[in-house]
């Protein structure tokens, strides 16, 4: 398998998780390189679900190395009460590595978090105010603390202590209550305790491992649309969801890395604010009646819209795409015509590109192809051979129109609903 990063290639929420764990069967290592806890990523295995919100997707498979990277941005309460709830489902963290450098988020990002969406309303971004943001704001502002001071008593309560007074001084600006000193002190404590023995250079980790030619797994959150850098912004994440967020969320350099995989819905999805060109109530209310298209951390439901082939083909080109995943193709299946976006039209001018103007984006109709249905259930096919003849067709030309090829298709959230190419 090689070193391989997985990327979303939409707006999130494209079945990575069920991609990695699949994945990471061929993998020994896996490490998750940015985002927070506002991210989940869904994995079934026979009739038991998981939620995985910070934890690398591996863990649910014995004897993988998992790596919480030091791009994460990392609630350690938030990742205590993940650990405990996978013990309670009867899997076992042990083989887990913590990166000393990954950025802690704090109450006050959370209670900033929420503040600052309180004061845009109708601008809000949509965030899940989990404290993504203002965590990564302190990083980049070198104000941040990171889980090499967590496992540092003394340390921690003099930096904790400044930070409170800091932040309440900020919170009480927005009317909001003050936080607790001895309160945040002592749970933070706590749950560092929990996770010192985690607690190590991830870096040095993962060029020994390399060096002995150990297969890793680079794991993204989000999608290449919520990139701070190349997303819809602002209407994006706080860290780089690309492919280039693994080398600098890991420590692994480029030229370490051999694949990239590319993993996209069949249709498109995106949980919050901001444009979706192709976005569709009628397919929406399908989904939504399937019971599908829920977010994992929020529970809100996903927007909704046909496949966005200028989206995927912008991705492919800022991400380095190899190979694609595409998931979620049996939510198609009952449909009798099916679109797709293959350009932009704003006003006279023809557009093949995701412009960066994010008002001139909220202005674009796509413009449409429409592929025929093949109205049978593809939820059983185990084969490429075993797919109706029009869902071949229509995967070869989301392939082709992205520009990498295909190598799975996933028509279910079982590890066995998935047909490798």
């Avoid at 450098?101 to 969406?117: G, I, K, N, T, W």
């Avoid at 302190?138 to 104000?143: G, H, N, Q, V």
């Avoid at 909220?362 to 075993?386: H, I, L, M």
Wanted: proline fraction near 5%; include cysteine.
């Amino acid at each position: 398998m090689a070193n391989t990063i997985l990327v979303g290639a939409q707006w999130g929420d494209e079945g990575k998780g069920k991609i990695i764990d699949v994945l990471t069967g061929k993998a020994d290592i896996v490490v998750r390189t940015q985002g927070g806890n506002n991210a989940g990523h869904t994995v079934f295995i026979g009739k038991k679900r998981y939620v995985l919100h910070l934890i690398p997707s591996g863990i649910l498979r014995p004897r993988k190395l998992c790596v919480i990277g030091n791009g994460v941005v990392v609630d350690p309460v938030s990742l205590v009460g993940e650990m405990e709830e996978l013990n309670r489902l009867g899997v076992r963290v042990k083989n887990l590595f913590i990166s000393e450098s990954a950025h802690l988020v704090m109450p006050y990002h959370r209670e900033l978090d929420e503040q600052r969406e309180l004061l845009k309303g109708e601008d809000r971004i949509g965030t899940t105010k989990r404290g993504i943001g203002p965590a990564y704001g302190d990083k980049a502002a070198r104000t941040g603390l990171r889980m090499i001071d967590l496992i540092n008593p003394g340390r921690f309560e003099g930096l904790l202590r400044f930070k409170i007074k800091e932040n309440n001084e900020i919170l009480k600006a927005f009317g909001a209550k003050p936080l607790s000193f001895a309160k945040v002190h002592a749970a933070y404590r706590a749950a560092g305790d929990r996770l010192k023995p985690f607690v190590t250079n991830t870096v040095a980790l993962l060029h020994e491992a390399a060096r002995r030619g150990k297969d890793i797994l680079f794991e993204g959150a989000q999608g290449t649309f919520l990139d701070i850098d190349h997303g819809t912004y602002p209407f994006v994440t706080s860290s780089n969801t690309t492919s280039g967020g693994a080398c600098t969320g890991s420590g692994v350099a480029p030229n370490r890395m051999d694949e990239v995989v590319g993993v996209m819905k069949a249709y498109i999805t995106r949980v919050g604010e901001g444009p979706l060109p192709t976005e569709n109530q009628e397919i929406a209310d399908l989904l939504h009646g399937m019971g599908r298209e829920f977010g994992a951390t929020t529970g809100r439901p996903r927007r909704c819209g046909w496949f966005d082939a200028v989206a995927t083909r912008h991705a492919a080109i800022i991400n380095g795409i190899d190979d694609l995943a595409v998931t979620n193709l049996d939510g198609l299946d009952s449909l009798e015509t099916i679109k797709v976006c293959i350009a932009y039209r704003a006003g006279p001018t023809r557009l093949d590109y995701v412009p960066a103007d994010i008002e001139l984006l909220a202005k674009c109709e796509p413009v449409y192809a429409e592929f025929p249905g093949w109205r049978t259930s593809t939820s059983r096919c185990r084969k490429w051979s075993q797919l109706p003849l029009r869902a071949r067709s229509y995967l070869r030309s989301l392939a082709e129109l992205t520009g990498a090829s295909l190598m799975i298709v996933s028509v279910g959230p079982a590890r066995e609903q998935t047909i490798f190419l």
